[in-house]
Nanobody, 123 residues
């Protein structure tokens, strides 16, 4: 059973940075992904990283601003968010999946989810 717990959310000004953490327990997964849900909207795939090879994916909306990484000692996954915009305001979730679809993130493929952490970008 994979368990995930997000942390690191908070309030930042536009242009600022924030690093989210996902503590991962268990190893039965192919990749860890980050999704976000803005007020009044559905969940949007943001980024993923595969467990074995460290292959990564980024949504066009965050490409060149966000990075994803793993701590191989603790299995934690991090989402470094730079140049934040008000449009990045959302609850951010990490989740695990037994596989990925190339060049997209399908919410229904992710089987285990954390509880989410709030990110607010505001002046």
């Amino acid at each position: 059973q994979v368990q995930l717990v997000e942390s690191g959310g908070g309030v930042v000004h536009p242009g600022g940075s924030l690093r989210l953490s996902c503590a991962v327990s268990g190893s039965d997964y192919f990749a860890i992904g980050w999704f976000r849900q803005a007020p009044g909207k559905g969940r949007e795939g943001v980024s993923y990283i595969t467990q074995a090879e460290g292959l990564t994916y980024f949504a066009d909306s965050v490409k060149d601003r966000f990075t994803i990484s793993r701590d191989y000692a603790t299995s934690a996954v991090y989402l470094q968010m730079n140049s934040l915009k008000s449009e990045d305001t959302a609850v951010y979730y990490c989740a695990s999946t037994p596989w990925v679809t190339i060049a997209q993130m399908r919410e229904d493929e992710y089987t285990h989810w954390g509880q989410g952490t709030q990110v607010t970008v505001s002046s």
